[in-house]
C-alpha cells in the first residue's frame, strides 16, 4: 500500500484502507469531533469523526512530525524522568 493511492479523488475507500493498512496511535477530542491518529508508513493520516452524526467528515495526511504537537502534548512520561 502506497500512501498515495489515499489522495487519488476515490473518498470512498480512503477509510477502509486507512483501518485496514494504518496503525493507531493516538486519539484526541475537539469541540465538534473526535480525531485519530494513523500511521501508514512514514505518513500520518488524521481521521475526523463526528460521533453525533456517526460520518468521517475529514481525512488530512501529512508527514512533517512537527503536526503530532497536538498528540505529544498528552502523553505523561513524568515517571520516566523518575518524578
Known sequence: MN?????L?????????VLKYGVH???RNTLFCTVALFQIESDYVEVFY???TK???RIRVFDDT???APYL????IS???GA
Open 73 to 76: 502534548k498528552k502523553i505523561d
Open 9 to 17: 479523488p476515490n473518498g470512498k475507500d480512503i477509510d477502509s484502507t
Open 55 to 57: 460520518e468521517i467528515g
Open 79 to 81: 515517571d520516566l524522568l
Open 50 to 52: 463526528n460521533s453525533k
Open 3 to 7: 500512501i498515495h493511492e489515499l489522495k
Open 25 to 27: 496511535l493516538a486519539t
Open 66 to 68: 512537527e503536526e503530532l
